[in-house]
Nanobody, 116 residues
């Protein structure tokens, strides 16, 4: 079973920065896509940023220009650099990986809290 270990969450004041990291292990197939989603209580999980093989990235409009997702070629680790954080970025952030067979695996989530 694929395992994901997330790190880097925490509390920061508005305007600050955090870096989230996610490392996947027990991978059996090539990873086609890696990314981050976030969720606040009572809301659906929403896309933050993803990166596909070949370097294609996708960002939610609300984070574009502030967040940067990075993954070395065919690496099993992905990072999310979050700058200029806002209180509305407060959420639990989940790492997700998608194998080439389209199976997706989720991390346990890491809390990010941004105070005004």
């Amino acid at each position: 079973q694929v395992q994901l270990v997330e790190s880097g969450g925490g509390a920061v004041q508005a305007g600050g920065s955090l870096r989230l990291s996610c490392a996947a292990s027990r991978i059996t197939l090539l990873l086609d896509e890696m990314g981050w989603y976030r969720q606040t209580p009572g809301d659906a999980r929403e896309l933050v940023a993803t990166t596909k093989r070949g370097g294609i990235t996708n960002y939610a409009p609300s984070v574009k220009g502030r967040f940067t997702i990075s993954r070395a070629d065919d690496s099993t680790a992905v990072s999310l650099q979050m700058n200029s954080l806002k209180p509305e970025d407060t959420a639990v952030y989940y790492c997700v990986v998608v194998q080439i067979d389209k199976r997706a695996y989720w991390g346990q989530g890491t809390q990010v809290t941004v105070s005004s």
